[in-house]
């Protein structure tokens, strides 16, 4: 996540630096750093920032599963944490999914994949 895109989802949720910082549990001055791009946005805020956004205001998106809308075959899908626990939209919040057919171990680089899918992008 860019700095520019912190500031957004920031501004999105109508919170202040202060408010942010309390609702993701680290300092105000980490808040600084994050949106004046002095510290790299660890994955676990950046995770956290994309949750807030998408259950701001309606509780989360009511749409189509990510397996349907990506047509997983069953093979996929019966390895796939977010099929074994139905998270159908919150595909990208959970490690170890299945994209593409390829897993994914560390965060950054399945968040390369997730920020351009249409499932994460249709819930933002």
């Not at 510290?39 to 807030?52: C, D, G, K, S, Y």
């Not at 509780?59 to 397996?67: A, L």
């Not at 170890?96 to 249709?122: F, N, P, Q």
Request: glycine residues 6%; proline residues 6%; charged residues 25%.
């Amino acid at each position: 996540m860019r700095p520019d895109d912190f500031k957004h989802f920031r501004a999105l949720l109508g919170k202040t630096q202060k408010q942010t910082a309390q609702l993701l549990g680290i300092s105000i001055k980490a808040i600084h750093s994050y949106e004046q791009g002095w510290r790299t946005i660890p994955p676990h805020v950046e995770r956290h920032m994309f949750f807030l956004a998408i259950h701001h205001k309606n509780g989360g998106p009511k749409s189509t599963p990510c397996w349907e809308i990506k047509n997983c075959p069953d093979q996929w899908k019966q390895i796939c944490p977010a099929w074994e626990f139905s998270l159908c939209h919150l595909c990208w919040f959970v490690n170890g999914t299945v994209c593409g057919g390829e897993i994914k171990e560390k965060w950054r680089d399945k968040m390369e994949i997730c920020r351009s899918c249409e499932v994460l992008r249709s819930a933002l």
